[in-house]
């Protein structure tokens, strides 16, 4: 059994026992649910197209950084001028909440990334309501006919999907219809390994219409600047401003040097 394998048994426990405690229809009473979203694809293919990303922990690397408040954390990215931020709302993994996401929509305007293991739409709901702007949908376990369910209920919300592969095959899948951003893990999150040649490997393979996104392990401004060659417009990236004391000036002067 492989740590996506785990995750993903885990969520669809997770999710059962939230429908039953707090449906749907709870969920559309939220403020958040009638809101109009920012799209986070128009602002990576205007701005600096950094996605910066709150992360507390992770399976690969444990503890990241456990001391930083999810507002100061915001706050600094955008006043880094990012594009976008990715919050991780997985708790057990990751160390995130749905109240992290929540703290981050009612500090920033900024386009906020709902980061997820999706496995029910009732998570797209969710996201809804807690103020995401975007949602991730994960091509490494979800089938081609999930994805275009999926991506239909984010599109009837109002919510962007970036939707991640990390191999042909996957990617193959992947073009549909309601995604506006193709990501490209560069790690593998069945074994951990990563490498930015897989961006640079599938990058001609990805149709102009989707705008193109590389994830993880991202740490230099030589490897944006590469990443931008093969027609990358945005990059997500995580524990190289988390690790830091100041994540949002860790952003700031990596992007003031772009
Ligand atoms: O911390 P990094 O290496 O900069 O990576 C950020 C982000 O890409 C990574 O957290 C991520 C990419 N896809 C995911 C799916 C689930 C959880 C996490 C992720």
């Given at each position: 059994?492989?740590?996506?394998?785990?995750?993903?048994?885990?969520?669809?426990k997770?999710?059962?026992?939230?429908?039953?405690?707090?449906p749907?229809?709870?969920?559309?009473?939220?403020?958040?649910?009638?809101?109009?979203?920012?799209?986070?694809?128009?602002?990576?293919?205007?701005?600096?197209?950094?996605?910066?990303?709150h992360?507390?922990k992770?399976p690969s690397?444990?503890?990241?950084?456990d001391?930083?408040?999810?507002?100061?954390?915001?706050?600094?990215?955008?006043?880094?001028?990012?594009?976008?931020?990715?919050?991780l709302?997985?708790?057990?993994?990751f160390?995130?909440?749905?109240?992290?996401?929540?703290?981050?929509?009612?500090?920033?305007?900024?386009?906020?990334?709902?980061?997820?293991?999706?496995?029910?739409?009732?998570?797209?709901?969710?996201?809804?309501?807690?103020?995401?702007?975007?949602?991730?949908?994960?091509?490494?376990?979800?089938?081609?006919?999930?994805?275009?369910?999926?991506?239909?209920?984010?599109?009837k919300?109002?919510?962007?999907?970036l939707?991640e592969?990390?191999?042909?095959?996957?990617?193959?899948?992947?073009?549909?219809?309601?995604?506006?951003?193709?990501?490209?893990?560069?790690r593998?999150?069945?074994?951990?390994e990563?490498?930015?040649?897989?961006?640079?490997?599938?990058?001609?393979?990805?149709?102009?219409?989707?705008?193109?996104?590389?994830?993880?392990?991202?740490?230099?401004?030589?490897?944006?600047q590469?990443?931008?060659?093969?027609?990358?417009?945005?990059?997500?990236?995580?524990?190289?401003?988390?690790?830091?004391d100041n994540?949002?000036?860790a952003?700031?002067?990596?992007i003031?040097?772009?």
């Amino acid at each position: 059994m492989t740590i996506l394998d785990k995750i993903i048994a885990y969520k669809h426990k997770e999710v059962s026992a939230k429908k039953e405690a707090f449906p749907v229809s709870l969920l559309e009473q939220s403020s958040y649910f009638k809101r109009e979203t920012n799209s986070l694809s128009k602002a990576l293919k205007n701005g600096s197209g950094i996605i910066a990303e709150h992360k507390r922990k992770s399976p690969s690397k444990s503890v990241i950084n456990d001391t930083n408040k999810v507002h100061e954390v915001v706050t600094g990215y955008e006043n880094a001028a990012v594009s976008g931020m990715s919050i991780l709302t997985d708790t057990v993994f990751f160390g995130g909440s749905l109240d992290d996401l929540l703290v981050a929509r009612k500090t920033v305007s900024t386009p906020l990334l709902r980061k997820e293991f999706i496995v029910d739409p009732y998570q797209i709901f969710e996201a809804k309501s807690y103020g995401a702007d975007a949602i991730l949908l994960i091509a490494a376990y979800l089938s081609q006919k999930q994805l275009i369910e999926y991506s239909e209920t984010a599109a009837k919300l109002g919510l962007e999907v970036l939707l991640e592969v990390h191999n042909e095959e996957e990617l193959n899948k992947s073009i549909i219809p309601n995604v506006s951003m193709i990501g490209v893990n560069n790690r593998n999150l069945k074994t951990f390994e990563v490498s930015i040649e897989i961006s640079k490997q599938l990058a001609l393979k990805i149709p102009d219409d989707y705008v193109k996104v590389s994830e993880s392990g991202i740490s230099s401004i030589a490897a944006i600047q590469e990443l931008k060659k093969y027609g990358y417009k945005g990059f997500l990236i995580g524990e190289n401003f988390m690790k830091t004391d100041n994540p949002g000036e860790a952003a700031s002067k990596f992007i003031n040097q772009l």
